[in-house]
């Protein structure tokens, strides 16, 4: 086996493994756009699932400008990640500058192009009709993914959306949507805690993120707990930098 195929092996390990106690849907979301870049070679991924209501929610984003990008969707109700949800099928743009792309989708492609993304592949999440989301996977001056690499991808989201709709133990699918509500009401708090730490330690708020993301898996925490002590004032989280030269 070589080292590629050990890596897909224990991503897909990692993402399957919610049978537990503790599963902290947060935490799975935001490792699913981190394995997705790390995996598939993209520059950026983003994730947006559908809540109690039928509407899709940005859930988790693996940069700010991906993050951006699938909120922009949302407003403008265009995007290759909604087409991907509500077709139930892959979406794909390999020239996000191009005269086809801007008359698909007239505000989120210009946008993507200037935030500097060459091509956008979209993928449903699924369970055999049941569409709970999409994956989105963003590309910056480079190929775009081939089709193997796009094989791997809808089959990650696949296998993610069985960790989702089968936690618990297969529990029914309102105690799923409600946990999916749960989650979008955490990723606002992760959100707010991400301005405050940029804001006081002078960062960037992917650094911010890093650094929330950090403390907790350092003190064992959920994330979500440790922006709620951060907004109510309770917890200081540094910067990398400053953690950093703390320890020296």
């Known amino acids: 086996m070589t080292t590629s195929d050990r890596r897909v092996r224990d991503v897909f390990v990692e993402l399957t493994d919610t049978l537990v106690d ?12 981190a394995r997705g870049v ?4 993209v ?15 940005l859930v ?42 801007t008359a698909r989708w007239p505000r989120f492609a210009p946008a993507a192009a200037e935030a500097g993304f060459t091509s956008v592949h979209a993928l449903p999440m699924r369970l055999r009709t049941d569409v709970i ?7 910056v001056g480079q190929d775009p993914p081939d089709e193997a690499t796009i094989e791997l991808g809808q089959t990650l989201a696949n296998a993610a959306t069985i960790g989702i709709v089968h ?16 989650a979008l009401n955490s990723r606002i708090l992760i959100e707010q805690a991400k301005g405050f730490v940029a804001e006081r330690e002078g960062v960037s708020v992917d650094d911010a993120f890093v650094a929330l993301r950090e403390y907790a898996r350092s003190g064992n925490s959920k994330l979500v707990e ?22 020296e």
């Open 22 to 33: 503790d599963f902290d849907i947060i935490d799975f979301l935001d490792r699913l756009a």
């Open 38 to 41: 790390e995996l598939l070679d």
């Open 43 to 57: 520059t950026a991924c983003g994730l947006l699932l559908v809540d109690h209501r039928g509407n899709l929610n």
């Open 60 to 101: 988790a984003a693996s940069t700010e400008r991906a993050r951006l990008l699938e909120l922009l969707q949302l407003q403008s109700s265009q995007g290759p990640c909604l087409e991907a949800y509500r077709s139930g099928r892959p979406v794909h743009c390999t020239d996000l500058s191009g005269a086809d792309a």
């Open 133 to 139: 989301g999409a994956m989105n996977l963003f590309s």
């Open 167 to 182: 936690q618990r133990a297969l529990h029914h699918r309102e105690m799923v949507t409600e946990q999916l509500q749960g």
């Open 226 to 247: 440790v922006a709620e002590a951060v907004i109510d004032g309770r917890l200081s989280v540094p910067s990398r930098e400053r953690a950093r030269q703390s320890e």
